[in-house]
């Protein structure tokens, strides 16, 4: 079976002439990207060297903080949209038979299921039969009647509803380090920053732009916020997110907190820490 995968949100056509023309000088463009960035690696260990001894410890760990998170972002943004998805094959084995299908790629930059280079770095890397073998994609319209939750696949899917898909691949995890490293910066705040205000505009204003960026990425439909892909737009959308909360929390606990010292409460509820409004989170771990 052969499926043909629709145009992407960036009006990218399938095109089999040119993909015929270009086959055999795109099955080595995987091999040519893990030459690339592997051969980066010692250079990128060299400058960080170099600017060890120029630079002081605090100010050398915040840049190469926010140097990791910036490489990460590079990487997965040039391979999402320059990485070439040639046609890919998979088996489905059942007890009474064996069924191999195809999906019909030759293309660049696309988001959608069947033709994303994020699905593609990791049957390259890790091989398909090492993927996660129900994605939450089975779960759409186009792949079951059951929409939205797991149902039989139906007759006419295309063939990417029956694929494996790994949510939790190389290409995500490297933009996971984009992540942290803006997790990595609102603790930097509360370091480098000893007021309350100046503590929560940093905070605020960092958030609203990540939302804002998530907002416009999502409803230009630029980039969709999705967690298979972890696109950028998602880690835009919940470190934003986190953004919120955490000032939120941080003036629940530490600004309207009462000021009241330990020997002022009672030992019993002084142990169990009490006495802050965020208390109740405490109580839910436990």
Not at 156 to 177: H, M, N, Q, T
């Amino acid at each position: 079976m052969v499926w043909n995968p629709p145009e992407n949100s960036f009006g990218l056509l399938h095109c089999g002439r040119d993909r015929d023309s270009h086959h055999q000088a795109q099955t080595n463009s995987f091999g040519t990207w893990l030459l690339i960035h592997f051969h980066c690696l010692p250079l990128a260990m060299v400058i960080r060297v170099c600017l060890a001894g120029f630079l002081g410890f605090d100010s050398f760990q915040i840049l190469t903080v926010r140097l990791g998170g910036f490489v990460a972002f590079v990487i997965y943004m040039t391979t999402t949209y320059s990485l070439h998805v040639p046609d890919w094959s998979f088996v489905v084995s059942t007890d009474s038979e064996t069924t191999q299908y195809t999906v019909k790629c030759g293309m660049r930059g696309h988001l959608g299921p069947a033709c994303n280079a994020v699905g593609y770095v990791d049957r390259e890397v890790w091989g398909i039969n090492h993927l996660y073998i129900y994605p939450v994609w089975k779960r759409l319209k186009a792949c079951t009647h059951s929409s939205s939750s797991s149902g039989q696949i139906r007759e006419d899917a295309p063939s990417w509803c029956r694929a494996p898909f790994e949510p939790e691949g190389l290409l995500s995890s490297i933009l996971a380090i984009l992540s942290g490293t803006i997790g990595i910066h609102y603790g930097h705040v509360l370091i480098h920053f000893k007021g309350h205000p100046e503590r929560l505009k940093q905070w605020v204003s960092m958030a609203l732009g990540l939302l804002i960026v998530a907002i416009i990425l999502r409803f230009t439909d630029a980039i969709p916020i999705n967690e298979q892909l972890y696109s950028f737009s998602y880690v835009c959308f919940t470190t934003g997110a986190a953004g919120i909360v955490f000032s939120a929390f941080y003036i629940l606990d530490t600004i309207l907190a009462p000021g009241m010292d330990r020997h002022e409460c009672n030992a019993d509820i002084c142990a169990w820490g009490t006495r802050h409004p965020s208390s109740i989170c405490k109580w839910m771990v436990l």
